[in-house]
């Protein structure tokens, strides 16, 4: 009976060890696809912050055209000013 008992435990043992390597093997997927998705993360985030600097850029061009385009403005003198159309 006692070698019975000993056998059962045996076969318990046996069974928690393949548990725990099936855990070690569900661990190292996971890490892996975490690995995965930062680096992808990482490259959203290079494309991203390029985008923001593109427009950046072209919002800066526009707005130098912008400010080539117009006009000074003409100085008035004091009667203009007074006695001038508005």
């Known amino acids: 009976m006692l070698q019975e008992q000993l056998i059962a435990q ?3 043992i046996q069974l928690l060890q393949e548990q725990l390597l099936a855990k ?3 661990i190292g997927q996971i890490t ?3 690995e995965n998705m930062t680096t ?6 290079a ?3 390029g985008t923001i ?3 950046l850029t072209e919002y800066s061009v526009m707005e130098q055209s912008s400010d080539e385009l117009e ?3 003409q100085k008035q003198s004091f009667f203009s000013k007074l006695f001038g159309k508005k």
């Open 71 to 73: 006009q000074p403005k």
């Open 24 to 26: 070690d093997n569900q």
């Open 47 to 49: 494309l991203h912050a």
């Open 10 to 12: 045996g076969k318990h």
């Open 40 to 45: 992808a993360l990482t490259a959203a985030q």
């Open 53 to 55: 600097q593109k427009q």
């Open 32 to 34: 892996v696809a975490m």
